[in-house]
């Protein structure tokens, strides 16, 4: 039996974890936590208790993309807001893996942190190096930022890398096959099932096959370079960086076309809105410009229509268009 | 008996001997912790006084630990509620207040627990909507103290920039924020809150 009630035991773990994870601990106060730790099994097992609950609710980071810094007090509607982000993060919850605070047990595995945004979502994120990091629609990565080496890996999606430069602790994107290496850029990298485009659009910056067995030469990039590398193959591309400028204009929302095809067009709308937009291949090959908010596609559906003359039909979470 | 020079002592991180998570934690992280809940039912039915269940899960982990460090049971649950069993059967006679027959023998015991509980077929969904509720009954300043450090990855400090409060209140919302979580999370927190 011991001697304290369970309710106390319990507060005392919760209270040596909480302190232990988010303020400065010394050598000294880890020793003080050692003594207590097992001075009884009774606190063992409480202290075991509440990591294992702290450990578990790291499943809520896959919320984290509905929370803007600038609103980060937790909001009143905290529950119809998971509702609403529930499909998504259900499928984020099986694949997020981060760790959160330090474990009990010390390992070698230095802190990760993940970061998700759903469909139509964007976020930006800045890291305790200066680096900034712009999320685009459906892009998970996760960070790991050491006072070594500063390391993300773009898991899905699209993201925006504002680096801020530091020669001695090199910035490194993992990012499925390849690994980019910042010499101090602000670069773009976008990763779907088949491949990798990196954009640089300043500085420079080193692309890799990490696992390379046609011993693939590294690719040192120029601003204006565009990368698009896969499992076994790696080209670079030539583009204005003005264009590659105007590719970010999802930082602010927009999708600017310039006589692009309303196949094109519909792909774009289609990464950033769960509502669909469907074109039939008669009028796919048209083309449009102009610049939309990415998220309003019947906006866009009624300039096609103005426009080009074709047809909008309304089905549900469809928007289809059709030669009239 | 010649001590070799490579015999497997454990060199490391002095803290690490005292503070290494032995296979007992894990186990018990893994194989005890889920069944809380299930273990708290079972002690609320067979006990009549209901301000000692805390304590009783607490002398069963006790006991949990300390057959666990000798040898890891190979039925967790069936362990878990025959360990439970005698322990009421030895504060009955201690304090002589129930007939021990009241409570069921391991056999039938067996029998009774062997269905899988509900944490064994939670699936991610359901762990995700669970975690979400278990954050909306905190009290409001212990839940946002929680979200900012669990959620947004913040520390004390930043939480007590982010929140304008003193470190101290911080450090008191948060540490009460992942205690109630905890009981949140495995049995059922007292509805009655305690006092």
């Known amino acids: ?324 | 008996m010649t001590e070799t020079p490579d015999s497997k002592r454990d060199t490391a991180d002095p803290r690490s001997a005292a503070m290494t998570a032995s296979d007992v934690d894990v186990w018990f992280a893994r194989e005890v912790l889920p069944l809380e809940a299930a273990l708290m039912q079972f002690l609320q039915h067979h006990w009549r006084n209901r301000s000692d269940v805390e304590d009783l899960v607490q002398d069963v982990y006790i006991r949990m630990y300390e057959a666990a460090q000798k040898e890891i049971p190979e039925h967790p649950r069936k362990f878990l509620f025959t360990t439970a069993r005698n322990l009421l059967i030895d504060r009955a006679r201690r304090a002589q207040i129930i007939p021990i027959e009241a409570l069921p023998d391991p056999e039938t015991l067996d029998i009774a627990l062997d269905t899988p509980g509900p944490e064994r077929n939670a699936i991610a969904r359901d762990e995700l909507r669970r975690l979400q509720e278990a954050l909306d009954r905190l009290p409001a300043r212990n839940r946002e103290a929680v979200v900012l450090a669990r959620i947004e990855g913040l520390t004390g400090r930043e939480i007590s920039q982010r929140m304008g409060l003193a470190e101290a209140t911080v450090s008191h919302h948060l540490s009460n924020g992942i205690a109630a979580l905890t009981d949140m999370l495995y049995g059922d927190a007292p509805k009655d809150g305690g006092k």
């Open chain 1, 1 to 324: 039996m011991s001697d304290l009630s369970a309710r106390e035991v319990k507060a005392a773990a919760a209270d040596w974890f909480e302190r232990r994870n988010f303020w400065n601990w010394t050598a000294e106060n880890e020793s003080e936590f050692a003594g207590w730790l097992n001075a009884s099994l009774a606190h063992r097992a409480a202290y075991v208790r509440v990591e294992a609950a702290w450990k578990r609710a790291e499943r809520l980071t896959v919320m984290k993309s509905s929370l803007h810094p600038q609103t980060a007090r937790v909001p009143q509607s905290s529950r119809s807001r998971v509702w609403f982000f529930g499909a998504a993060a259900a499928v984020a919850a099986t694949i997020v893996a981060a760790i959160g605070a330090t474990s009990l047990w010390p390992t070698a595995e230095p802190e990760t942190q993940t970061y998700a945004t759903m469909v139509g979502g964007r976020e930006t994120l800045a890291l305790t190096d200066g680096t900034k990091i712009d999320l685009n629609t459906d892009t998970q990565l996760r960070t790991q930022i050491t006072a070594r080496e500063r390391k993300v890996w773009l898991d899905k999606g699209e993201a925006y890398f504002q680096v801020k430069h530091d020669a001695a602790h090199p910035f490194i994107v993992i990012a499925g096959t390849h690994r980019i290496t910042d010499l101090g850029t602000k670069f773009v990298i976008r990763r779907d099932a088949a491949q990798i485009e990196v954009s640089l659009v300043e500085g420079r910056a080193q692309v890799d096959a990490i696992n390379s067995k046609t011993n693939a030469p590294s690719v040192e990039m120029m601003p204006g370079d565009v990368v698009v590398a896969s499992a076994n193959r790696i080209e670079t591309l030539k583009r204005p960086v003005a264009t590659l400028s105007q590719d970010l204009s999802w930082r602010q929302g927009l999708l600017v076309f310039k006589r692009t095809t309303l196949g094109e067009a519909a792909n774009q709308f289609n990464r950033y809105n769960r509502e669909k937009l469907i074109v039939d291949r008669s009028t796919a090959q048209l083309k449009i410009g102009g610049t939309f908010q990415s998220d309003n596609i019947s906006d866009f559906a009624e300039v096609a229509r103005e426009v080009l003359g074709v047809r909008i039909q309304r089905h549900g979470e469809q928007t289809e268009i059709s030669h009239q």
